[in-house]
């Protein structure tokens, strides 16, 4: 089993920047097919953010992020970042880290992944 533990939220002010960062142990993310970073704010559904392939970097991410959020990733320390900036308040969620063995499954679907860690709370103030 793998274990995924993020770190790196907090408060921020709007258009400010953060990193988040996702630690997998156990069973090692090397053998990951694929990992992402999903978020769910308060009273809202878990929705997709970015995805990374582990073999290859091909990267994905949801409209409302792209051009100011970067998935990247570290297979030597088996840890995947997420780089967030120019920050909106309705950025403010849980983060999620989430990962599977699998890579061919749908990425921007919770269901396609197996392990996920306990969340980091980000918090954008305007």
């Known amino acids: 089993q793998a274990q995924l533990v993020e770190s790196g939220g907090g408060l921020v002010q709007a258009g400010g920047s953060l990193r988040l960062s996702c630690a997998a142990s156990?069973?090692?993310?090397?053998?990951?097919?694929?990992m992402g970073w999903f978020r769910q704010a308060p009273g809202k559904e878990r929705e997709f953010v970015a995805a990374?392939?582990?073999?290859?970097?091909?990267?994905y991410y949801s409209d409302s992020v792209k051009g100011r959020f970067t998935i990247s990733k570290d297979n030597a320390k088996s840890a995947l970042y997420l780089q967030m900036n120019s920050l909106k308040p309705d950025d403010t969620a849980d983060y999620f880290c989430a990962a599977n063995y699998y890579a061919g499954l749908e990425y921007g679907n919770p269901r396609s992944y197996n392990y996920w860690g306990q969340g980091t709370q980000v918090t954008v103030s305007s």
């Open positions: 990374i392939k582990w073999s290859g970097s091909v990267s």
């Open positions: 156990g069973r090692t993310s090397s053998n990951f097919g694929i």
